[in-house]
């Protein structure tokens, strides 16, 4: 075992008995060294420069398939809502005593909705569409805000550079909260 | 601890169960849940049927009496067409003390609650760090430990009091997204350092093994700070709707940080900007401009004897008494007011007093049958008091959604029924 010496004497096990020095912190140290392939598989979370984000493509109209098919039910007609969140709109609404919050009215970063697609969606079965489907899913969501045109590819590269129309107006109360 | 110098006329001296003795605790009215049961057959002289035959045999596991039944999860709401994505709620104004039983703490699920085999499940720290590492349950529980006892609160909770008009609910309902454990597991620090966390990264991501993947960013800050990789609740192992086999508990942090049923922490540059954390867990503001990275929850108290649904039998001696909370520290104080906050008098903390943990407050108080109305204010070791419902709407707007923490009101009516006001 390795000691490590910037854990501080509180947190790790204080080796006594038999121990050359008493004062020497040590840990279990009972991790594996995972493989690349491992992370690789379980790597699923894409920031907003785009880091991660896998190969290949789709536009608005495969989008609008997959969406029929996987997504209506539960968000409505083009992204419309009802039974669940609407996706589509609510646009100048933010500041109404009405707020509407969509992926196009509210959502800061292009990057989360393909993120948060491939991670949970649709809702019965998570991880059953193709890399494919969700790019083409996400700028279907983007066309029908008004934010990408009808027949903009969305892939690795373009998909970080898609500026969404609210994203100037977060304000981070992390560090330090704002008066 | 000095006698207040201001005190509610109606309100007595914290002090005086203790100096009035056994008179005076005989003269407290209890609050009736629901009708009073008879005792006729069981009350002096009559020997009570259960001491003429031998009790029930052991249980492997025991649950709460029949007679409790009605102690259970309140306001579950869930998405429509899903039965595991929404929310239920702690039974506030049921329970006393400040541990939350497990099976009645607050749930908040994004997907349902996954069935995880601690057998497969797996724990990966990766991102910046030196060595990559996986960690079995196994391996995790072999680690040294550390023990806690700390509140989470959901951020939402609360939620329904920024609207126009009081709900007619109960405070369990109303403000039972919180809920209080002792949590027991491995410091997250000890897991970072030996992968070897990059000194640069400020923060990592962490995201549960449940159908929705649910992910937060997390600071360094925190993590190395008093992060848990929570193992048991109220010394067993999670219950399965809290996290098992593995969760990520942040202490005093809204409560979807800390993520259920972790399977990955990847340390990292810059925050992931996750669903979660950008579209959901936002806070917007009247101006339109939203609020993100609001991880303390504020410091907050609220009566659950009485409250609504506990109606008084009538004029007497009755125990005030509520829980008080901060995800920034300690509660120093919290006092009562029985006159509609025109006067306050401070009430007594059970000890002990913990940093980041429920703290309950109780104060005897004469009812004399008229209307009237009560709430309760903290403040925590920040100095932080609890603002009114004015003041937050005036700061905060309506649309918020989120970080509901004003000075709770009861009304009273004559006929000891207790009401949710704004007043």
Redesign the interface.
């Known amino acids: 075992m390795s000691t490590?010496s910037?854990?501080g004497v509180s947190?790790?096990?204080m080796v006594l008995a038999g121990c050359a020095s008493p004062t020497v912190t040590e840990?279990?140290?009972?991790?594996?060294?995972?493989t690349l392939a491992?992370?690789a598989g379980?790597?699923?979370?894409?920031?907003?420069d785009g880091t991660g984000l896998p190969a290949g493509r789709g536009a608005s109209a495969q989008g609008a398939v997959v969406y029929e098919q996987k997504c209506q039910?539960?968000h409505g007609e083009k992204g419309a809502g009802q039974?669940?969140d609407r996706l589509v709109g609510g646009h100048g609404t933010?500041?109404s005593?009405g707020?509407v919050?969509t992926?196009g009215s509210?959502?800061?970063?292009a990057?989360?909705v393909f993120?948060?697609v491939r991670?949970?969606m649709p809702?019965t079965q998570?991880h059953s569409l193709s890399d494919d489907e969700v790019y083409a899913v996400t700028a279907y969501l983007l066309h029908l805000n008004g934010i990408i045109g009808e027949a903009d590819v969305m892939d690795a590269l373009t998909l970080p550079n898609v500026k969404m129309p609210n994203r100037d107006?977060?304000?981070?109360?992390?560090?330090t909260?704002?008066k | 601890m000095a006698r207040p110098k201001r005190s509610s006329p109606a309100l007595l001296d914290r002090r005086i169960f203790l100096r009035g003795g056994l008179a005076a605790l005989g003269a407290i009215g209890g609050l009736a849940a629901g009708a009073p049961g008879t005792a006729r057959a069981a009350g002096p002289p009559e020997t009570p049927p259960w001491m003429q035959y031998p009790g029930a045999p052991f249980t492997t596991y025991g649950g709460p009496a029949k007679y409790e039944s009605k102690v259970m999860r309140t306001l579950i709401r869930s998405q429509p067409g899903t039965t595991g994505s929404g929310a239920s709620r702690t039974p506030l104004e049921m329970l006393e003390g400040t541990i939350t039983p497990s099976g009645l703490h607050f749930e908040r699920h994004h997907s349902g609650v996954p069935d995880i085999d601690p057998e497969q499940h797996r724990l990966l720290v990766h991102g910046m760090v030196k060595r990559p590492l996986i960690f079995t349950m196994d391996a995790l529980m072999r680690y040294p430990m550390r023990s806690r006892i700390h509140f989470m609160e959901c951020s939402g909770n609360s939620q329904l009091m920024y609207g126009a008009t009081p709900p007619a609910l109960r405070a369990g309902e109303l403000h039972g997204l919180v809920s209080c454990s002792e949590w027991t597991g491995v410091p997250l620090r000890l897991l970072l350092e030996e992968a070897g966390a990059d000194p640069a990264a400020s923060w990592l991501l962490a995201e549960g093994a449940d159908a929705a993947a649910m992910s937060r960013s997390v600071p360094m800050a925190k993590a190395m700070d008093d992060a848990l990789i929570a193992l048991f609740q109220n010394g067993e192992r999670l219950r399965p709707e809290n996290g098992y086999p593995v969760r990520l508990f942040l202490p005093g942090y809204e409560g979807n940080m800390s993520v259920k049923w972790l399977r990955r922490i990847k340390v990292t540059a810059t925050p992931t900007m996750t669903k979660d954390e950008t579209s959901r867990y936002t806070d917007l503001q009247a101006d339109g401009k939203s609020l993100m990275f609001t991880y303390p929850m504020g410091v907050k108290s609220v009566i659950t004897r009485p409250s609504p649904g506990l109606t008084m039998p009538g004029p007497g001696l009755y125990e005030v008494s509520g829980i008080a909370w901060s995800g920034s520290g300690t509660i120093t104080k919290v006092e009562v007011s029985a006159d509609g906050g025109q006067t306050w008098t401070e009430t007594t903390l059970s000890t002990p007093v913990l940093p980041r943990t429920l703290t309950r407050f109780r104060i005897p108080w004469k009812w004399n049958g008229g209307s009237a109305i009560v709430k309760s204010r903290a403040t925590d070791s920040t100095g932080e008091m609890q603002p009114t419902r004015d003041k937050l709407v005036a700061e905060h707007g309506t649309n918020v959604v989120f970080h509901y923490n004003a000075i709770q009101a009861w009304s009273i009516a004559g006929n000891g029924e207790v009401t949710n006001v704004y007043a």
């Open positions: 490590r910037r854990l947190l790790g096990v840990t279990p140290n009972l991790g594996r060294v995972a491992e992370e379980w790597d699923v979370s894409i920031p907003p039910n539960c039974p669940n933010l500041a005593k707020p919050r992926v509210y959502w800061p970063y990057t989360t993120d948060y991670r949970a809702y998570p107006n977060f304000i981070l109360a992390y560090p909260r704002p």
